[in-house]
């Protein structure tokens, strides 16, 4: 998964103040700002936040060119160093039996997981009911098949060979998280404003 450096978008603003003598940019901009300030502390977990992975086990990722395991595709990628002593971006499966072997019915989505909105396999997207995702982020593959062990992240995305999920993570934002968000937006209008004391 890319690193997240903030929130996806701003979270909602629900004024609790009066905004309308503010310029809306500013309004937005402020919102912004007091979503980013309380998204860190709040352990990045706030969302939902879209992204696409391209699961593949990481030994097949050991057979290919090195060119193609340098930040190819969308992630997510954890860095190792291979059997051969060169280093490598993996992305994180899960398999029926284990990582080197066996067929992959299920693969690890980092999350929290909200839910999952596309799943494209050799550029056909399954139905929902081909899959499902259990706790902890397992994509698992219903029906009596399983994942592909490897694809061509040399190939775009949707193409013959490849396979592409795109889910949205995070929590789901409550009324506490807007009110606070809320009342840290009314608080830099106020104190950031021009002719004012300060922040």
Same mark, same amino acid.
């Given at each position: 998964?890319?690193?997240?450096?903030?929130?996806?978008?701003a979270?909602?603003?629900?004024?609790?103040?009066?905004?309308?003598?503010?310029?809306?940019?500013?309004?937005?901009?402020?919102?912004?700002?007091?979503?980013?300030?309380?998204?860190?502390?709040?352990?990045?977990?706030?969302?939902?936040?879209?992204?696409?992975v391209?699961?593949c086990?990481?030994?097949?990722?050991?057979?290919?060119?090195?060119?193609?395991?340098?930040?190819?595709?969308?992630?997510?990628?954890? +860095?190792?160093?291979?059997?051969?002593g060169?280093?490598?971006?993996?992305?994180? /499966?899960?398999?029926?039996? &284990? @990582? =080197?072997? %066996?067929?992959?019915?299920?693969?690890?989505?980092?999350?929290?997981?909200?839910?999952?909105?596309?799943?494209?396999?050799?550029?056909?997207?399954?139905?929902?009911?081909?899959?499902?995702?259990?706790?902890?982020?397992?994509?698992?593959?219903?029906?009596?098949?399983?994942?592909?062990?490897?694809?061509?992240?040399?190939?775009?995305?949707?193409?013959?060979?490849?396979?592409?999920?795109?889910?949205?993570?995070?929590? +789901?934002?409550?009324?506490?998280?807007?009110?606070?968000?809320?009342?840290?937006? /009314?608080?830099?209008?106020? &104190? @950031? =404003?021009? %002719?004012?004391?300060?922040?």
């Amino acid at each position: 998964m890319p690193i997240q450096v903030g929130p996806c978008e701003a979270w909602p603003f629900n004024p609790c103040c009066a905004v309308d003598d503010y310029d809306p940019e500013d309004v937005e901009r402020w919102t912004r700002v007091a979503s980013q300030i309380l998204w860190s502390p709040s352990g990045r977990r706030w969302g939902p936040c879209p992204v696409t992975v391209r699961p593949c086990r990481r030994s097949c990722l050991e057979s290919a060119p090195v060119s193609f395991q340098t930040g190819a595709g969308t992630g997510p990628w954890v +860095p190792y160093v291979g059997e051969d002593g060169i280093w490598r971006n993996a992305s994180v /499966c899960g398999c029926k039996s &284990d @990582c =080197s072997g %066996g067929e992959l019915c299920e693969v690890y989505l980092p999350g929290p997981v909200y839910d999952v909105v596309e799943v494209n396999l050799d550029g056909e997207i399954l139905v929902p009911e081909a899959y499902r995702v259990d706790a902890a982020g397992q994509l698992v593959r219903v029906g009596g098949g399983c994942w592909p062990a490897c694809q061509d992240i040399a190939e775009p995305p949707g193409a013959p060979g490849t396979f592409t999920v795109t889910y949205r993570w995070g929590l +789901p934002l409550d009324d506490t998280a807007i009110a606070a968000v809320s009342e840290l937006t /009314c608080h830099l209008l106020k &104190d @950031c =404003s021009p %002719g004012s004391c300060g922040c």
